[in-house]
């Protein structure tokens, strides 16, 4: 869509399953089977680093049943088979995780600087751990400058402003404001508040979801979707009714 940026799903997932587009893929077909097949090996490296971290704790036998107890989750299984993000997410917070062990092993600046990419890489993805992207970038840069080590500080700032940067930077240019993405108010009002309210009146959860985006549409009607003042528009309008309902 020349760069122009989704208002609530950040690039790092459709970066990933577009890739087949480079080798002239054409077909809607042809990116839902290698989503697919992306997510099933993501999901097998995810339990190959579980195995890990859970040895390194516990040793071998809790290391095989914490591989069992993520196997036996349906949720995961529906993940990949359904091209969700979620797995790739999952494999990003695991693999920096993993990476960070490492490091507190071996204390070597590029094994930090991996994990602090995977991780900011993850937010690009996910962004539910963007706080915590910033925080650890903050944390390598102030652990490099107490060890004098320039280059690794200059490193960690553009793993940084490689990934949250440019999702930011993208997103101000499209919305004129600096977030990952306005999934926030959007979830809220279209999912947690429908439940709970469902939950409240006694109506069936559908119905309540569909009288939500009808009155939404009703509030928005006449603007154009993803552009700068629906999405603004739309973003006040969540924030608006989430803050009523938790009155």
């Not at 993501?42 to 680093?49: I, N």
């Not at 004098?148 to 919305?175: H, I, P, S």
């Not at 009607?221 to 999405?231: A, I, N």
Request: charged share 10%.
């Amino acid at each position: 869509h020349g760069g122009y940026a989704n208002s609530i799903r950040p690039f790092g997932y459709p970066v990933l399953i577009g890739i087949p587009y480079i080798f002239g893929a054409t077909s809607d077909k042809t990116i839902v089977i290698f989503a697919i097949i992306l997510n099933i090996v993501a999901w097998l490296a995810t339990v190959q680093l579980i195995f890990r971290l859970a040895m390194s704790i516990g040793g071998r036998r809790w290391a095989w049943l914490a591989c069992a107890l993520f196997l036996l989750s349906i949720s995961h299984i529906v993940s990949v088979y359904q091209s969700l993000s979620e797995t790739i997410f999952l494999l990003t917070i695991m693999a920096g995780l993993y990476a960070f062990t490492k490091y507190l092993e071996n204390g070597k600046p590029i094994t930090l600087i991996t994990a602090l990419a995977v991780l900011c890489y993850s937010v690009t993805v996910r962004p539910v751990t963007y706080y915590f992207a910033l925080l650890a970038t903050l944390v390598a840069v102030i652990v490099f400058l107490r060890r004098r080590n320039m280059r690794m500080v200059v490193a960690a700032l553009c793993v940084c402003a490689a990934t949250l940067g440019v999702q930011m930077a993208n997103m101000y240019r499209c919305y004129g404001k600096f977030t990952v993405s306005f999934i926030q108010n959007y979830t809220l009002h279209k999912y947690v508040m429908a439940v709970a309210e469902s939950m409240q009146t006694g109506t069936d959860l559908v119905a309540v979801q569909q009288q939500k985006i009808h009155h939404a549409d009703s509030i928005l009607h006449g603007l154009q979707p993803e552009t700068r003042q629906y999405v603004r528009l739309a973003d006040d309008y969540y924030a608006t009714t989430v803050q009523q309902n938790l009155r």
